[in-house]
C-alpha cells in the first residue's frame, strides 16, 4: 500500500465525523421537510397520505401566501440594500477617510452581538410611542413622532431598521477585510495622477470591492429571508398581516393551524428560492472575479 | 468471559441504566409548564411548599404564552413526556382533546373531598364529552378601570355604562397629552379576540349564526358586527394613545399605571394591576367599574385557565397531586395574597376574611364587580371549538387590519366570515 493510498484513507476517515454530521444534522432533516411537503400531515387530525404535488398547487392560489412572498421581498431588499451601503461606508470611513478612528470598529460591532431577540425587544419599545424615549423627547417640543407599527409600510420600515441596526456590523467586517485586500499603491498611484479621494473611491475602491459586496449581499439577503424574532417580538405580523413573511406564514401554518406538511412546503419553497438566487449570486461574481 | 461477551454485557447494563434512571427520577420530580400570569408566577415560588405537602419535587417553569404554545405544542407532538402537567386554557381544551394530547381527569376529580368548593362554571369549562379534563385556576372576567381625576377634569363624574357614551366621555377626556381609552389591538386569538368581542357582542354581533344552536355558519359579516367594529375602531384611533394599533395587554395595563390613558377595558387581572399602588404611579385615582353595555347587553370577556395532564405523562398520579395541591384552597390564597390575583376559583378563598380585606382594600367594589361581570359573562365568549386558535389567529389579523385602516370594517368582516368558512370546511 502506498504512502499515497494511506494518506487517502486516513484523510477520508479524519473527515467521516464531518461528512456524518452534515448528513445527520444537514441532509436528513432537509429530506424530512421534501418529504412532508408531499403529505398531508396535520397536528390535529393526523396522517392524511401522501397527496403529490398538492400542497405545491394549494400555495399558488394562496392569496396570504402571494402577499408573504411580497413583504418577505420589501424586507428582505431594503434590509440589504440599507445594511450594505452603510455598512460599506463606515467600513471605507474608518479605513479610507478616518483611519486614526479605527478603534471604533469594536463599538460598531457591539448590536451585532446582541440576541436576536434583544434587539427587538430594544427596537419595540422604541416604536411604541408610550414607552419610547424617543417620543418623550419630541413631545418636548410639541412634535409627534408617528407611530411606525401601527401603519403597514411602517411597520415593514421599522424591522428594516431594526435589522438594520443589528446586521450592518457583519458587512461593515467583512468590507474592511476585503478593503485590507486592496493595495494601497492603487490609491498613491491614482493620486499621484491627480485623482480626487471620491474619484478613487468611485473608479478604483468600489470596483475592487465588488465581489465582496455581492457576496456580503448575498449573505445577508439569505439571512433576512429567514426574519422570525423581529417580526414575532416587534409586529405579531401586524398590523393586519402587514409584516407576515414567508417564513413567519410558515410558522402561522404549522402551529397555528397545525398543518405541518403545508408548512413545509412554504419551507421547501423557501429553500428553493434561496437557493436559486445563491446560484445566480455566485454565477456573477465568478463572472466579475474573472474579468 | 469472552472480550465481546463481556462488552455485551457492559452495554446491555448501560442501556438499562439509561431507561431504569429517569423512571426514577420522574416518579419524584413533577415538571411544570405554564404561562405568565399572576398566580403562575406566585404559584412559582411555593415549590418547597409542594415538598413541603407531598414529598414529591416540582420544576415549575413560567415561560411567555406565545412561546408556550410552542413549546407545548413540540412537546405534545414529539410524545416527549417531558411535562407532567400543563397550563390548560379552556380556549385550547377542545383542540388538544380532539389530538388526543390531554389525558382525562374525571375519576380524579370526582374523588375530590373539595371539589364542591370550585365554582361550578369554570369547573364545567373542562367537562367535555362527559370527561373533566382539567381542574382550573383562574376565571377571569372583563372589567374597566378609569381615572377619577380626568374624567371630573372632564365634566363625569361616572363612568360611561354604554359604549356609545364611550365613545362621548372619550372624546371630552382625550388630550395631546392623555389618551381617552386603551384596549389590546395586536393581532391573536388572545390578544385583540379577548377584547374585541365584548363591543361585538354589545351590539348584537357574533361569530357564527347560531352556536348554541349548533348552527356554525360563519356570521361576523352583519350591521350589527359592524356598529361593534366602527366603534372599536373609532375609539382607537381617534382616542386612543398613541400607538394603540399594536398594543397587547402588557402596553394596556402599562398605559394606565404611568397615567397616559384615563380609561381601559380589559381582564379583572390588568385592573388589579392598575389598582395596585406598588404597580401604578396613579392607583389612588382609579377606580373600576362595569363593562359598558351596548343594544344587544353587556357581554364581558371571560377567560378560564385551568391544570390538565398531557396524555404522555409518565407518572399521572404525582400530576394530580401536584394539580390537587396547586388549585387547594390553601395555595390559592396564599397567591391570592402575595400576588394581585382575584380570579381565584374557590368559593372559600372568596370568603378568606384577609383576601376579602385584600381586594377590598385595592377597592371596595372588587370582588362583587368581578362576581357580577362573571355572571354576565357567556361560557362561549370565544366560541370553544377546535377550530377556535386557528380561527381566532385569522380574524384577529382582519380586525386587527381593519382598526388600523389597512382594510375597511367591512372588508374585515366579510374576510373573517370568508376565512371562518373555510377554517370550518377543512
New interface residues.
Given amino acids: 500500500m502506498g504512502v499515497q493510498t494511506l494518506f487517502q484513507r486516513s484523510y477520508n476517515q479524519m473527515l467521516m465525523p464531518a461528512v456524518l454530521a452534515v448528513i445527520i444534522f444537514a441532509v436528513l432533516p432537509l429530506v424530512g421537510m421534501f418529504g412532508l411537503s408531499f403529505t398531508d400531515f396535520n397536528l390535529i387530525k393526523g396522517w392524511g397520505g401522501e397527496v403529490g404535488l398538492h400542497n405545491f398547487f394549494k400555495l399558488a392560489d394562496d392569496r396570504r401566501f402571494i402577499a408573504s412572498i411580497n413583504v418577505m421581498l420589501m424586507l428582505s431588499v431594503g434590509g440589504v440594500i440599507f445594511q450594505v451601503v452603510m455598512g460599506t461606508l463606515i467600513a471605507v470611513g474608518l479605513e479610507k477617510i478616518v483611519p486614526r478612528w479605527k478603534f471604533m470598529r469594536g463599538i460598531f460591532v457591539v448590536p451585532f452581538v446582541v440576541p436576536a431577540i434583544a434587539v427587538a425587544l430594544i427596537w419595540l419599545s422604541l416604536f411604541t410611542p408610550t414607552l419610547s424615549p424617543i417620543n418623550a423627547f419630541f413631545d418636548i417640543f410639541g412634535i409627534t413622532v408617528p407611530a411606525f407599527l401601527t401603519t403597514q409600510y411602517g411597520a415593514i420600515a421599522a424591522i428594516v431598521i431594526a435589522d438594520t441596526w443589528a446586521s450592518f456590523p457583519f458587512v461593515m467586517l467583512l468590507i474592511l477585510a476585503a478593503l485590507q485586500g486592496i493595495s494601497s499603491d492603487l490609491d498613491e498611484a491614482a493620486s499621484i495622477d491627480g485623482a480626487t479621494k471620491m474619484q478613487i473611491f468611485w473608479r478604483i475602491t468600489l470596483p475592487l470591492l465588488k465581489p465582496a459586496l455581492l457576496m456580503v449581499a448575498l449573505f445577508r439577503f439569505i439571512e433576512t429571508l429567514k426574519h422570525f424574532p423581529l417580526i414575532f417580538v416587534m409586529t405579531n405580523g401586524g398590523p393586519g398581516r402587514s409584516t407576515q413573511a414567508t417564513n413567519y406564514y410558515a410558522y402561522i401554518q404549522t402551529f397555528q393551524s397545525s398543518n405541518v406538511s403545508y408548512g413545509a412546503a412554504i419551507a421547501v419553497f423557501l429553500f428553493l428560492f434561496a437557493a436559486i438566487i445563491s446560484f445566480y449570486v455566485a454565477r456573477a461574481n465568478a463572472r466579475i472575479s474573472g474579468a | 468471559m469472552k472480550p465481546s461477551m463481556l462488552k455485551n454485557a457492559t452495554l446491555g447494563a448501560g442501556l438499562a441504566m439509561s431507561v431504569a434512571l429517569p423512571t426514577v427520577a420522574v416518579a419524584d420530580e413533577i415538571n411544570v409548564v405554564l404561562f405568565a400570569m399572576p398566580y403562575t408566577q406566585g404559584l412559582a415560588k411555593l415549590e418547597a411548599d409542594f415538598e413541603a405537602a407531598t414529598g414529591h419535587t416540582a420544576n415549575i417553569e413560567v415561560i411567555g404564552q406565545?412561546v408556550f404554545?410552542?413549546r407545548i405544542?413540540l412537546s405534545f407532538?414529539g410524545q416527549t413526556g417531558d411535562v407532567d402537567v400543563v397550563h390548560t386554557p379552556v380556549i385550547q381544551v377542545q383542540?388538544w382533546i380532539?389530538?388526543g394530547w390531554l389525558r382525562p381527569i374525571t375519576a380524579e376529580v370526582d374523588g375530590m373531598a373539595t371539589k364542591d368548593d370550585i365554582l361550578a362554571g369554570p369547573l364545567d369549562a373542562y367537562l367535555v364529552n362527559g370527561d373533566r379534563w382539567a381542574l382550573p385556576f383562574f376565571a377571569e372576567t372583563g372589567m374597566m378601570a378609569y381615572r377619577t381625576d380626568l374624567l371630573a377634569a372632564a365634566g363625569y363624574d361616572a363612568p360611561p355604562a354604554t359604549w356609545d357614551e364611550m365613545l362621548e366621555v372619550a372624546a371630552a377626556v382625550k388630550t395631546d397629552q392623555v389618551g381617552a381609552l386603551a384596549m389590546r389591538v395586536?393581532?391573536?386569538q388572545g390578544?385583540n379576540m379577548f377584547v374585541f368581542p365584548m363591543i361585538m357582542r354589545a351590539y348584537g354581533g357574533a361569530f357564527f349564526t347560531d352556536y348554541s344552536g349548533g348552527d356554525l355558519t360563519p356570521n361576523m359579516n352583519t350591521p350589527e358586527a359592524l356598529a361593534g367594529l366602527e366603534v372599536y375602531s373609532q375609539l382607537m384611533n381617534d382616542y386612543g394613545?398613541?400607538?394603540?394599533?399594536?398594543f397587547?395587554f402588557g402596553?394596556v395595563a402599562?398605559?394606565i399605571q404611568?397615567g397616559?390613558v384615563a380609561m381601559i377595558v380589559d381582564g379583572t387581572s390588568i385592573a388589579a394591576r392598575a389598582l395596585d399602588p406598588e404597580q401604578s404611579q396613579f392607583a389612588d385615582q382609579i377606580s373600576i367599574a362595569a363593562v359598558p353595555s351596548g343594544p344587544a347587553g353587556r357581554s364581558p370577556a371571560i377567560a378560564v385557565h385551568g391544570l390538565g395532564i398531557p396524555a404522555d405523562a409518565p407518572n399521572p398520579e404525582a400530576s394530580f397531586a401536584f394539580i390537587e395541591w396547586a388549585t387547594s384552597a390553601e395555595t390559592l390564597t396564599k397567591i391570592a395574597l402575595s400576588e394581585p390575583y382575584p380570579d381565584f376559583i374557590r368559593a372559600s378563598v372568596a370568603e378568606n376574611p384577609e383576601v376579602v380585606a385584600k381586594y377590598e382594600g385595592i377597592h371596595p367594589d372588587f370582588l362583587n364587580l368581578k362576581v357580577e361581570m362573571l355572571g354576565d359573562a357567556i361560557g362561549h365568549y370565544r366560541p370553544l371549538l377546535?377550530q377556535w386558535?386557528?380561527i381566532g389567529?385569522i380574524v384577529g389579523?382582519?380586525i386587527?387590519?381593519?382598526?388600523?385602516e389597512?382594510?375597511s370594517n367591512e372588508d374585515a368582516l366579510a374576510q373573517s366570515d370568508a376565512d371562518i368558512a373555510d377554517?370550518m370546511s377543512e
Fill in positions: 406565545d404554545e410552542n405544542t407532538t383542540r380532539e389530538a395586536a393581532p391573536g390578544f394613545p398613541e400607538g394603540i394599533g399594536n397587547n402596553e402599562a398605559s404611568s397616559q377546535p386558535p386557528e389567529q389579523e382582519n386587527n387590519a381593519a382598526v388600523n389597512i382594510m377554517i
